[in-house]
């Protein structure tokens, strides 16, 4: 059997179109919703049948493993609020559970492709795509490390498989957004590379942006993406350059 677990906060936007695309897939939904929301994500939760929980944050990690804590089933799969199963992994993942594989203890985890779009258009190269997530879990044999502030990832007590399908990952509709979230996403960097014992020199404040812009626009194929492609590999060369500031302020 399988639960779908979702962390949430303020996503009524999303949310229900992320639980419209798994209806019928799961034996449940769990919704982990922090308790600083304030828009109506619950309420529509709640009117897709999930069950919603509401608790203080803990941070990304630790939010995920109590998700895992709160599922009932053998296997759990996440989503985040932003994201929908295409038609083709929902079939995918209704044919896996009828199959034995699924009862095995090997894999203990699936990778899963994801498409990211941004401003509207899906993105093919930039380390974009095929982007893969492991988020189909058993419970018992996974597990996230707490000290993974962003981009966290589980770690498995056993080997890992794929599946074929996709993930449709809307990621960002304004400047704004991509912004703040690039914004937030350097400062939890610097502090992680803080506490690993890495110290900010002023040579980084151009190697570090050099080497991004070149690693995602020529060697992860950004260019592919055109005007986009270029935008993006150039912003993320620039938040390079507030994260290594950011450490910098934090090392003083």
């Known amino acids: 059997m ?7 906060r303020d996503e009524e936007r999303h949310i229900g179109a992320c639980l419209a695309s798994i209806s019928g897939l799961a034996h449940e939904t ?12 619950a309420a529509i939760a709640t009117a897709y049948g999930a069950r919603v929980v509401v608790e203080p944050w803990r941070g990304f990690a630790a939010q995920r493993n109590r998700a895992m804590e709160l599922c009932t089933t053998p296997w759990v799969l ?31 985890g699936y990778w899963i492709p994801r498409y990211n779009i941004f401003f509207g258009q899906t993105l093919r190269g930039g380390g974009w795509y095929p982007d893969h997530q492991l988020r189909l879990l058993r419970r018992g044999y996974a597990h996230y490390p ?31 957004e991509f912004w703040q979230k690039q914004t937030r996403y350097a ?10 014992g890495q110290r900010a020199r002023w040579r980084t ?7 991004e812009f070149w690693r995602r626009y020529v060697r992860l194929g ?31």
């Open 146 to 176: 707490q000290t993974q502030l962003v981009h966290e990832q589980a770690v498995l007590n056993g080997p890992s498989g794929y599946l074929y399908e996709h993930i449709w990952h809307h990621n960002i509709d304004t400047l704004g």
């Open 222 to 252: 950004g260019w592919r993406d055109g005007w986009l492609g270029l935008f993006l590999c150039a912003s993320l060369a620039w938040f390079e350059v507030v994260r290594t500031g950011f450490l910098r302020l934090i090392q003083l």
């Open 2 to 8: 399988l639960s779908v677990a979702i962390i949430a």
């Open 78 to 108: 996440f989503l985040d609020a932003d994201e929908r199963l295409s038609t083709a992994l929902y079939h995918e993942i209704a044919q896996w559970l009828q199959s034995p594989q699924h009862r095995s203890a090997s894999p203990v």
């Open 30 to 41: 769990v919704v982990l919703l922090d308790q600083r929301s304030r828009d109506r994500t």
């Open 205 to 211: 404040f151009l190697g570090g942006p050099v080497r």
């Open 187 to 196: 400062l939890a960097e610097a502090r992680i590379a803080y506490h690993q």
